[in-house]
């Protein structure tokens, strides 16, 4: 399993942004599904980006539609989830799914807290 490093999370505003980044420790460009996850105290992990297909489509959870964009760079063995406009109900601990699934392997999680 490849070993996976989660970066970018912090304190924000409401209605500001971050980028987190999931660096692997493998080459991802041959991995058809990958995602990002969160989680928020005594509740299950969320699915709320993935990309599938090797990276030619993608999926959101509802309440992050047009706010997040997911991507990757093969070169760099990284994936991406671009956070823009950021609301307080998107605080909760990120985490890195690589491949897509619960046999892939995790990040250690990055907390990002949204509030005034």
């Known amino acids: 399993q490849v070993q996976l490093v989660e970066s970018g999370g912090g304190l924000v505003k409401p209605g500001g942004s971050l980028r987190l980044s999931c660096a692997s420790s493998g080459s991802i460009s041959g991995i058809s599904a990958m995602a990002w996850y969160r989680q928020t105290p005594g509740n299950q992990r969320e699915l709320v980006a993935a990309?599938?297909?090797?990276?030619?489509?993608?999926s959101y959870t509802d309440s992050v539609k047009g706010r997040f964009t997911i991507s990757k760079d093969n070169d760099k063995n990284t994936m991406y989830l671009q956070m823009d406009n950021l609301k307080p109900e998107d605080t909760a601990v990120y985490y890195c799914?690589?491949?897509?699934?619960?046999?892939?392997?995790w990040g250690q999680g990055t907390q990002v807290t949204v509030s005034s």
């Open positions: 990309l599938v297909h090797g990276g030619v489509a993608t």
């Open positions: 799914n690589i491949p897509l699934g619960s046999s892939g392997s």
